[in-house]
């Protein structure tokens, strides 16, 4: 890969690179994700974009409390968002456990929904504290139970620190295992990193050691996915695209649950990565209420009135 | 040293606990009868009414599971911060509806007894419209009324505090959430209402003000399907009302409109008969 030409795997020249990067303007940041957290997009735009938005949902339980029924009851809304309506796209994938996976993968492919990813939450997902043996075993049962993504989770510890070689050789090593069978989402939690420049050199440190997608959270920590974090990590797949030619995927979750929110977010890729990212394949929201938001807002334009939330499922 | 600046108050909405500005962000300029400007209240939009609604439909299922003894004492705290700025209210009313502040000051009196006439009211509701009723079976059967949900109102343009009172208070002694619009000519009570609503335990969303224009938002309150019943009384023209009625039956919403202000049929018009049947010798 392309990545390779930027450092070339040793621990010298990964120090290197990160230390050379530039720094971010944690005010500047702040300040134009609020400003174009204030573009208004309406009528038929945000009828495109709340379609667009709902294709980029990764359907998202991660509950202690998950039951078989409950993953399954989610894999059919992925399908079928609206069962009224078949002209809603359906979501972008199902994200999950890993004892999940399986069940989840079967039942989709049982209602019709086989084009759609199951995302498995791996290596010791939330914390990440757990050897390196556990995370790959962790790992391979989400690929043998069917995962057609993986999202990691880094150490964090590990990260603040400053063990970069060991963030970069555990990513390294989930990347060897996923090969060419499962995308590699790299989660970052930026809510434990603290500066907009910790967020800028984590984005790095995962794109250089083979993520496919970097994401914000695991939705277990607040904050999670504020726009400047997600305006800094937008800028870092930028860059990162114009110095090796690769488009790395950017996937805030948490936090995002309404319409509103979600807009903002594909204002902030499309002003800073630019219109190639607003696809699916390099934009995704993690998001379980979201979807119920932007189903509302749908039948709002549709129908002309304000919808009862007790028109969409509960789940 | 220099002359005092006064400093002016900048009239807000009240959703969800908060006093936001209008998302829209207008606003509009009321005038006192002689025609000197008195302020610029914010002219909510629909999406401030929608936001009012999640805010009172989040606010519900903890009102309503309320004892009823607790609703009636925060009822009757709100009272007692209400007898604490008569006079700003006194002062309000007659600006902007040209009457002396003696007049003024007896219109708030008796805003505050009805509050707490209804107050009274929340406990005993139960009783006096529940009953215990005769089958032909081995089953207990009671009926008890329970609270519809979110119940809306458009508060009448004169008088401006007693008719917020007479909107509000029937429908929130019973557990059911509210959002109200305001007089559109006289909103300055029902703003510095409130603020004494925000300062009287009462839970964020159970009582949502906004201040705008009627023709504007009416016909979203009658179309929204979350709203489970509204309170027209302060609705004048007729086209309107008709208009309302006809948009308000998509979603069976209970649309009344009343002509007494003390009378506990404003509450019951707006709860549920609930029949529940206990087998008996099991």
Redesign the interface.
Known sequence: MNQNTVVDGSEKSLLNFLGNLSGVDQTGANARAAMLGTRSIKTSSKAKAIDLAISMVDLTTLEGADTPEKVRALCSKAVRPDPSDPTVPSAGAICVYNDMVGIARNHLDSIGGSHIPVAAVATAFPAGRASMEVKLQDTTDALAAGAGEIDMVIDRGAFLSGRYMKVFSEIQQIRALCAHNAHLKVILETGELTTYDNVRKASFLAMLAGADFIKTSTGKISPAATPPVVLVMLEAVRDFHTMTGVRIGVKPAGGIRNTKDAIKQLVLVNETAGPEWLTPTLFRIGASALLNDLLMQRMKLRD????????VTID | MSERIEVKKTYKLFIGGAFPRSESGRTYEIFAPDGSFIANPSLASRKDL?DA?VAA?AAHAGWTAATAYNRGQILYRIAEMLEGRADQFAREIASLEGINEQDALQEVHSAIDQWVWYAGWSDKLSSIAGSTNQVSGPFYNFTIPEAMGVVAAIAPESPSLLGLVNAIAPIIVSGNTTIVLASTRSPLPAITFAEVLATSDLPHGVINILTGNKSELTP?FA????INGLDISGLEDSQMVNDVKI?GA??LKRIHSFHESASPQRILSFMEAKTIWHPIGI
Do not use: E, I
């Open positions: 002309g009135f304000y919808p009862s939330p007790t028109y | 929608r609604v439909r979203w179309s929204h399907m979350d948009a998509d979603n």
